[in-house]
């Protein structure tokens, strides 16, 4: 896999558990912007095993605190792109952590349903 990006991971490492990464999204979304990595190629996060989930979990928290005091975000939103037509373009199962923060958007109800951007306000 020597010619995937995840795999050949370059910058720093936040933290790392037994089968997750963290660092910095090289095109954050808003200051904080991580991204949990499995350090096992796979695409997506349906071919994840029982003990990869969790250590997902257990990145989610660190990277909330570290998030928390560096940057004193007012939300979160988590997400994974599975698949092309969902916005993969990496094709090496990451979560995306991204801070919020107030007034980071004139109208964030809806969050994530904002990918489809008619389908945000309901």
Same mark, same amino acid.
């Given at each position: +896999?020597?010619?995937?990006?995840?795999?050949?991971?370059?910058?720093? =490492?936040?933290?790392?558990?037994?089968? +997750?990464? $963290?660092?910095?999204?090289?095109? /954050?979304?808003?200051?904080?912007? +991580?991204?949990? =990595?499995?350090? %096992?190629?796979?695409?997506?996060?349906?071919?994840?095993?029982?003990?990869?989930?969790? *250590? $997902? !979990? !257990? *990145?989610? %928290?660190?990277?909330? %605190?570290?998030?928390?005091?560096?940057?004193? /975000?007012?939300?979160?939103? $988590?997400?994974?792109?599975?698949?092309?037509? *969902?916005?993969?373009?990496?094709?090496?199962?990451?979560?995306?952590? =991204?801070?919020?923060?107030? @007034?980071?958007? /004139?109208?964030?109800?809806?969050?994530? %349903?904002?990918?489809?951007?008619? @389908?945000?306000?309901?």
């Amino acid at each position: +896999m020597s010619e995937c990006l995840f795999c050949c991971l370059k910058g720093e =490492i936040i933290y790392e558990n037994t089968h +997750m990464r $963290i660092v910095y999204d090289q095109y /954050p979304v808003n200051e904080g912007h +991580m991204l949990i =990595i499995s350090k %096992r190629h796979v695409s997506t996060f349906f071919e994840l095993t029982s003990e990869e989930k969790v *250590a $997902i !979990d !257990d *990145a989610l %928290r660190f990277g909330k %605190r570290h998030l928390d005091s560096t940057y004193q /975000p007012t939300g979160y939103n $988590i997400g994974v792109n599975v698949g092309e037509d *969902a916005g993969q373009t990496i094709f090496h199962m990451h979560v995306h952590l =991204i801070p919020r923060y107030k @007034k980071d958007t /004139p109208q964030p109800k809806g969050g994530v %349903r904002g990918v489809i951007p008619d @389908k945000q306000a309901y």
